[in-house]
């Protein structure tokens, strides 16, 4: 799943921390962070606040949680089309 815009991070910390088992993020640059570490949640947020967050891909090892971070994603997205963004 590519990230894009997330604009309220506690929301998206909360989706996170309802997830089962281990979500990552991967940086074009091939680092890896899990995000259910408070640390690494902390560090990812920074890349996701840089120019290049729009590239960063995130993986669920559970299925379950893969769809909870889709229906974040999906109810992103479709504030973003009510904005006008």
């Known amino acids: ?3 894009k ?3 309220d991070v506690k929301k998206f ?3 996170l921390d309802d ?3 281990d979500v990552y993020l991967k940086s ?3 680092d890896v962070f899990n995000l259910k570490s ?3 949640q ?3 947020i920074g890349r996701l606040l840089e120019e290049n967050g729009d590239n960063l891909e995130m993986f669920a090892d559970d299925q ?3 769809a909870l971070l889709i229906g974040f994603l999906m109810e992103l997205a479709k504030e973003d089309s009510q904005s006008g963004k």
């Open 13 to 15: 910390i909360n989706v």
């Open 19 to 21: 997830c089962k088992r």
């Open 5 to 7: 815009n997330i604009k």
């Open 64 to 66: 379950a949680d893969e």
């Open 38 to 40: 408070s640390l690494s």
């Open 42 to 44: 902390y560090i990812a």
């Open 28 to 30: 074009p640059q091939g």
């Open 1 to 3: 799943m590519k990230l």
